[in-house]
């Protein structure tokens, strides 16, 4: 079985205080990394973090991960990320490998977070067969 790539996100700077857990949503939230809004009632990660030093609590972050972006970090992102840079970074390391991407690493997806890969794949064919065509 092929392994997924790991999506390295070097330059980030860790937290000084880092906390995340599942949480179900109380009223509308926005994921932080596909801006899709999280409906009440749905289960996300929330994360509290605080990366500038001295430690405080008006200094703590608060960002939330939906279950399908959250597929997508889990899968692909084994040494950090930057929170909202996610999709950004994945659609680079699919051009970077010219849109071949391991079946192992669509398996673990939601089925959303998968149909948004595998359109990111597909849009990135159609360029590299246009180019062909201009050869």
């Given at each position: 079985?092929?392994?997924?790539?790991?999506i390295?996100?070097?330059?980030?700077?860790?937290?000084?205080?880092?906390?995340?857990?599942?949480?179900r949503s109380?009223?509308?939230?926005?994921?932080?990394?596909c801006?899709?809004?999280?409906?009440?009632?749905?289960?996300?990660?929330?994360?509290?973090?605080?990366?500038?030093?001295?430690?405080?609590?008006?200094?703590?972050?608060r960002?939330?991960t939906?279950?399908?972006?959250?597929s997508?970090?889990?899968?692909?992102?084994?040494?950090?990320?930057?929170?909202?840079?996610?999709?950004?970074?994945?659609s680079?390391?699919?051009?970077?490998?010219?849109?071949?991407?391991?079946?192992?690493?669509?398996?673990?997806?939601?089925p959303?977070?998968?149909a948004?890969?595998?359109?990111i794949?597909?849009e990135?064919?159609?360029?590299?067969?246009?180019?062909e065509?201009e050869?």
């Open positions: 079985m092929e392994s997924c790539a790991c390295f996100a070097g330059g980030y700077q860790e937290a000084h205080f880092y906390e995340d857990k599942i949480v109380t009223k509308p939230r926005r994921c932080v990394e801006n899709v809004e999280i409906p009440p009632g749905e289960k996300h990660e929330l994360v509290r973090a605080v990366w500038d030093p001295p430690f405080s609590f008006d200094k703590i972050k960002m939330r939906c279950k399908d972006c959250l997508v970090r889990n899968q692909f992102f084994c040494n950090g990320w930057i929170f909202g840079e996610m999709w950004d970074m994945v680079c390391h699919i051009d970077e490998m010219d849109g071949q991407i391991a079946s192992s690493c669509l398996v673990g997806l939601t959303k977070a998968r948004d890969i595998c359109d794949i597909e990135l064919w159609k360029e590299l067969d246009e180019l065509k050869d």
